[in-house]
């Protein structure tokens, strides 16, 4: 199973080790499921950590071993062509990795996300609903 995690469940998943977030991580680098990422991905998450209101409660080692992991990921792509389907600008990365990918899964907390469903092959859920996918 191929899936992309966004940002924003990679930076939940660092501050409770109980969420849905941080099991799918868990599940991740129990080799569960095949992590899609990219260059840009990495960039954002790294810039994203280091805002105060997150840096302030995210534990100091796990961001810069997230970002190795995320380098190491089953498949970094390196360059995304956008394809205008976002409704936000600042995710139209996901959706370039999802087709450049033809991911399954598109694991995300944004309910502007939600609510296209999905894009080609790829399927988007919720953190909660990812979470029951891999508890089966």
Not at 80 to 92: I, M, V
């Amino acid at each position: 199973m191929l899936v992309i995690l966004d940002t924003n469940v990679l930076l939940s998943a660092l501050r409770t080790d109980t969420s849905p977030p941080a099991k799918i991580l868990d599940a991740w680098r129990a080799g569960r499921f095949r992590l899609v990422t990219s260059i840009e991905q990495v960039d954002e998450f790294k810039r994203a950590a280091r805002y105060p209101k997150l840096h302030a409660v995210l534990p100091r080692g796990a961001v810069g071993r997230v970002v190795n992991q995320l380098r190491r990921a089953d498949l970094v792509l390196e360059r995304l062509r956008r394809a205008g389907d976002s409704p936000d600008p600042g995710d139209e990365y996901l959706i370039a990795m999802a087709l450049a990918a033809s991911a399954d899964y598109l694991v995300t907390g944004d309910r502007r996300l939600h609510a296209l469903r999905r894009i080609a092959v790829t399927r988007f859920v919720s953190p909660r609903r990812f979470s029951a996918i891999l508890a089966r």
